[in-house]
């Protein structure tokens, strides 16, 4: 799959941290259950690339990406590991010279500057990161006008209160939030009701 099929899958996709490496199938099948297939880990902690190689090999039903992928050895490990995507917080030359797009890379832009170096490279599907911070809504309608083939994935500072607002952009085709798999529940351990948030996710596409 490219990466415009991938983020058409889930209005929301989640943003994951894995602390503790036994957390990591449990959560995949909560929110696998609660109908979110698409799933972000992330590289921020230690258990992270571990973790995608469990979930990509023991949770079929999961589209296993990696996101915080900053180099080009990042970018290798991860696809040695099983993932499906990679997504990078930020764009650089080095970074879209060096990979060899076995799997598709979602980079992370925050100006118009950094878009049309991602395009001069053939991709035409980004991550407005972070979002809120960079102008948020307001940015993606200006960039929707020179700009109109290209599509979004915006994470940073999005939560259940504004995703709506997000995903009625035309050029938005999904966007990353933390709010899926809160801390406090997976320390806790509370899978049933990480689904019931998927699930409540899932019905932001029936309301645009």
């Known amino acids: 799959m490219n990466a415009r099929e991938i983020l058409k899958i889930n209005p929301v996709i989640p943003v994951i941290a894995i602390d503790d490496i036994n957390d990591a199938l449990p959560l995949a099948k909560a929110l696998v259950l609660g109908g979110v297939r698409v799933l972000e880990i992330t590289l921020r902690t230690p258990a992270g690339l571990k973790a995608i190689e469990l979930i990509s090999k023991e949770v079929p039903e999961a589209i296993v990406g990696a996101g915080t992928v900053i180099n080009a050895k990042q970018y290798k490990d991860v696809v040695n590991a099983g993932a499906k995507f990679a997504i990078s917080p930020g764009i650089t030359e080095k970074l879209l010279k060096e990979i060899d797009y076995k799997i598709p890379l979602i980079a992370g832009i925050a100006s118009p500057a950094e878009l049309m170096l991602g395009l001069e490279y053939g991709l035409d599907t980004f991550k407005l990161f972070p979002a809120s911070v960079v102008g948020g809504v307001p940015m993606l309608k200006a960039i929707y006008g020179p700009f109109s083939d290209v599509r979004f994935c915006p994470t940073g500072g999005i939560s ?49």
Do not use: H, M
């Not at 009625?168 to 009701?193: F, H, R």
């Open 160 to 208: 259940e209160n504004n995703a709506k607002e997000y995903l009625s952009q035309p050029n938005v085709l999904c966007v990353g939030g933390s709010w899926l798999a809160p801390k406090e529940l997976i320390k806790a351990k509370n899978w049933d009701e990480i689904t019931n948030i998927a699930r409540k996710t899932l019905e932001l596409k029936n309301t645009l």
